[in-house]
């Protein structure tokens, strides 16, 4: 099993009352840390607007941290989980990528997908495409970065994306180019796009839903002849962890004070039952027997995220030591 970490960036509401002066130093503490072992990777999200509403809150930028973090990371591996690819131009992002690949002397990993949050593409003035314009903008974005990373140059003359000669120099350090992480579970689309060029996949980790969708996956990968036993499958967690169940419990009913100012009563128990019953809340000794269960579905990756890491890190501690160094 390897495990990645997401750091507090805002988006989640995770850096609410911490001075905007001081959430980057906040940001690279954990960094630094994850930095320090055993974690083999950390993750940002790629989104402009909090959830699960928009508010005046924080939200740092994704790519902007994947440079700082390049520079500032000697180990760790870096990703998004995911960019969106309807808010850069793929060339452009291709190239940015793989300047932040030699920073980090060949550490980037690019998680991709067709997104979702509506509010933010329209604020942003992206329009807001249907799901099947963005999947299709998602399949030409894969094509435009691949053939970047591999030859240098790309052209593609495509219904979303026209791209003509554009040069990728220097490459990326990372000899295949930058490994890519399609994100999502669309079943007739998404997937089919994963089993052609990903190798690495990220859809809901719960154990039903996770093994439709590796079928699913397999059987793309049969009809477009790529190996599925080469794609790591993935998924992201929110983690609630403590020594006993009362502890638990206490830190649930901290996620819910922490979100309150935010949220309508309907919407903050949505919000904190999200975190409440995920698979990766328990005692140390629950999650690993769950981690050993997904395991043995295939999911050999687990993103976990800790929503009150900017200002406790305890369950980060306590899940590193007894969860990762179970695995170890």
Known sequence: MRFGLFVPQGWRLDLVGIDPAQQWQTMLDIA????????????????????????????????????????????????????????RNPAYLAKQAATIDIISGGRVEMGIGAGWYEHEWKAYGYGFPRAGERIAMLDEGVQIMSQMWREGSVTLDGRHYKVDGAICRPLPLQDSGIPLWIAGGGEKKTLRIAAQYASYTNFDGTPDVFDRKS????????????????????????????PTQSEVE???????????PFLSPEALDGAVESFASGPLVGTPEQIVERLRAAEGQGMTYAITYFVEAAHDRSGLELFTEKVIGAFA
């Not at 072992?37 to 909090?50: A, K, L, N, R």
């Open 32 to 87: 630094t840390v994850a930095d320090q072992g055993p974690w083999e990777s950390i993750w940002v999200y790629d989104h402009f607007h909090t959830v699960p509403v928009p508010t005046d809150e924080a939200t740092h930028e994704a790519w902007s941290l994947m440079a700082a973090y390049a520079a500032a990371t000697s180990r760790v591996r870096l990703g998004q989980m995911c960019t969106c690819m309807g808010y």
């Open 215 to 242: 079928q699913i996956l397999a059987d793309h990968c049969r009809d477009v002849g790529t190996d599925f036993d080469a794609i790591t499958r993935s998924a992201n967690y929110n983690v609630v962890i403590a």
């Open 250 to 260: 206490d830190k649930i009913d901290r996620i819910r004070e922490q979100y309150r």
